[in-house]
């Protein structure tokens, strides 16, 4: 009945063995392209060092001041020398956004699957073909004549004949009575049916001069698997079905007489029930409709006359004194649970990374880091949102970083190396790390985010300006 759910479109998922292939090729190619580059530049670097030593040695035997180019050149290297010390930073941090990017996008599709099954869960409660019901009619047969032309002997000659049309009158009231209960189907353990009692009286007036042959059609509910105890009375007394599948059930009444037909049945069939008129103007309609089990609710939009509790259940009542015509049918349904939320976990992991290189930079701007701690402080962050991934699905996301970001900030205490490095590891991780999540998680995201912001660019020029907090 439901497809296969896809994964987020274009986003990398490391479960599929395709895509782990094709991402560990091209990891490859990027490593053996980044070594060549970084072989050759050292290459170069090392002649431009060597000419330089060597230009340095002349001029000093010769005792003459080096060239401004040779100065420039020696400068230029010097600082390349100083952030190829740098660099293993760099390519640690890169590493860690990289692999943090992959892990992230495939446990947003993971949770994207979760979040579809846990959808098709709900709906399956209550999947099904409804119970319809459509509204009863009244039948009789006329014989009109009618004309049409043939040929005979070449000549054109209007030929005249009969044919029997049905017409149909309207019921003059109804009254109807229905009981709904609520179980579980065997076959499907996690989705309900409805057990249907339906008890209806429907009266009719011949208003024709004469006396008419009529047919009083009342079929039974779509979409049943058990039908019983299905019999029609007229003035008390049972009327036969005369063909098996027909339901037009025959009977005679004289001019101005009235008739009144009890209908009753009992039906098992899909978790909705629904009274159609088929868009027929009603007359002195009443239908009163109790579900017996929680979670009850009208269907439509028609606004029932009345609702009240009743037993275990809901009873809903529609009431026209007057002709009404609705275009759609009464009803009856389970409401389900809301599935709230949806989309803030994925939406959440695949920001993970810019939110990881935002508090990563607020650290190195904060105090000093090594590459240990570089990399004990990534693995942290993606661990955090590895268990705030897995422990939302059994409790509030909210709650669950509650007490995730209390641990964090307690491991990040131990950055520093004295008690003012500490406090700056734990503001910036407040500011760059606590923060953002918080503001992927709720309501106003917009003013969450603003405000991490806002607290980094603070504490940023708070702490290198005005000298609070120096790096140690």
């Avoid at 036969?240 to 059930?249: T, V």
């Avoid at 008739?259 to 008129?277: C, D, E, H, I, L």
């Avoid at 004295?418 to 998680?441: D, E, F, R």
């Amino acid at each position: 009945m439901y497809s296969d759910f896809q994964g987020i479109p274009n986003l990398p998922d490391l479960t599929h063995p395709n895509e782990l292939m094709e991402f560990g090729s091209q990891i490859m190619k990027i490593s053996l392209n980044l070594a060549i580059f970084m072989a050759f530049l050292g290459l170069v670097i090392a002649v431009i060092n060597f000419s330089i030593k060597r230009r340095f040695r002349e001029s000093g035997s010769l005792r003459e001041a080096p060239e401004e180019p040779t100065l420039s050149l020696q400068q230029w290297v010097e600082n390349y020398f100083r952030i190829l010390d740098k660099f293993p930073h760099l390519v640690l941090v890169l590493i860690l956004v990289t692999g943090g990017f992959f892990l992230c996008s495939t446990l947003a599709n993971r949770y994207h699957h979760w979040e579809q099954q846990r959808v098709q869960q709900v709906a399956a409660t209550v999947s099904g073909d409804r119970l319809e019901q459509p509204v009863p009619k009244i039948r009789y047969t006329v014989v009109e004549p009618y004309f049409y032309y043939n040929w005979v002997d070449g000549k054109q000659v209007k030929v005249e004949s009969e044919q029997i049309l049905n017409r149909y009158m309207a019921i003059a009231s109804s009254n109807i009575d229905v009981t709904i209960n609520q179980s579980t189907d065997v076959q499907k353990k996690n989705s309900a049916i409805y057990i249907v009692d339906f008890k209806a009286e429907y009266q009719f007036v011949n208003q024709l001069k004469q006396a008419q042959d009529f047919f009083f059609e009342f079929n039974p509910p779509y979409g049943y698997t058990l039908l019983q105890n299905f019999k029609v009375e007229k003035d008390g007394q049972i009327l036969p079905q005369i063909n098996p599948g027909d339901y037009g059930f025959p009977f005679r009444l004289g001019a101005g007489k009235s008739a009144t037909f009890q209908v009753g049945y009992k039906a098992q069939g899909g978790p909705r029930w629904v009274y159609n008129s088929q868009g027929e103007s009603l007359a002195k309609f009443q239908l009163s409709a109790l579900a017996n089990f929680s979670k009850a609710d009208f269907a439509s939009g028609i606004i029932p006359t009345e609702t009240k509790n009743e037993r275990n259940g809901t009873r809903f009542t529609w009431v026209f004194e007057d002709n009404v015509s609705v275009s759609n049918p009464f009803g009856v349904f389970t409401s389900t649970d809301t599935v709230k939320n949806t989309g803030i976990l994925p939406r959440l992991l695949l920001l993970a990374p810019a939110l990881f290189l935002w508090w990563i930079l607020l650290l190195y701007f904060s105090v000093n880091l090594s590459l240990r701690d570089v990399a004990i402080a990534g693995g942290l962050f993606f661990a955090c949102l590895l268990t705030l991934t897995y422990l939302s699905r059994s409790i509030d996301v909210k709650l669950a970083w509650s007490m995730i970001s209390l641990v964090m900030l307690g491991l990040v205490w131990g950055l520093g190396k004295n008690k003012s490095a500490k406090l700056a590891a734990i503001v910036a991780t407040i500011a760059g790390g606590v923060l953002p999540i918080w503001g992927l998680i709720v309501t106003y995201s917009g003013i969450t985010l603003s405000l991490a912001g806002l607290l980094s660019a603070i504490w940023l020029a708070v702490h290198h300006w005005y000298q609070i907090n120096p790096k140690t």
